[in-house]
């Protein structure tokens, strides 16, 4: 599985109050709701992002609350994979029941620009910078959780 798109960057300590703010938690509706996403550091992102795009990041992105809702608008948004140095580890498991592939690298978090496009196998989890030429290697993910992820979470998983 591949995914390839420009890329939306941001920096350390994303919280999940920041991707999708506490006071939008009352919308029940996915599409509504990620309509508000990253909108208190990036009022541009909704309108500017597409399917495919990736989000690259700093350390310890989704810190915060437990909540599912902040992959599930990052998903929902169109983003196809999220990019970081680390992540914070309620998140991290979040995102992957959720079907959200993300990849901790931190080589490629530092380098990768905002506007870049950038390209992900993830079978093999060899990120490219087509606008830069570079590569840099993610851990991919095992094969199980590559099949939750390709069933579009674990729900998804549980009922094939």
Do not use: W
């Amino acid at each position: 599985m591949k995914a390839k798109g420009q890329v939306f960057k941001y920096g350390d300590n994303v919280d999940t109050d920041v991707i999708i703010p506490a006071r939008y938690l009352n919308i029940q509706d996915k599409k509504e709701l990620s309509s508000h996403a990253m909108e208190d550091i990036d009022k541009d992102f909704v309108s500017k992002v597409k399917d495919g795009d990736i989000m690259v990041a700093g350390k310890n992105f989704g810190c915060g609350s437990s909540r599912e809702h902040a992959p599930m608008v990052i998903k929902e948004s169109g983003i196809s994979c999220v990019i970081a140095e680390t992540f914070a580890r309620i998140f991290f498991r979040n995102a992957i029941n959720i079907g959200l592939p993300i990849l901790e690298c931190p080589p490629a978090a530092e380098a990768i620009k905002a506007g870049d496009e950038v390209e992900i196998d993830f079978d093999t989890g060899k990120i490219t910078d087509i606008t830069t030429g570079e590569t840099f290697e993610a851990q991919p993910f095992p094969e199980f959780m590559q099949k939750i992820i390709n069933m579009n979470g674990l729900v998804g998983y549980i009922n094939s």
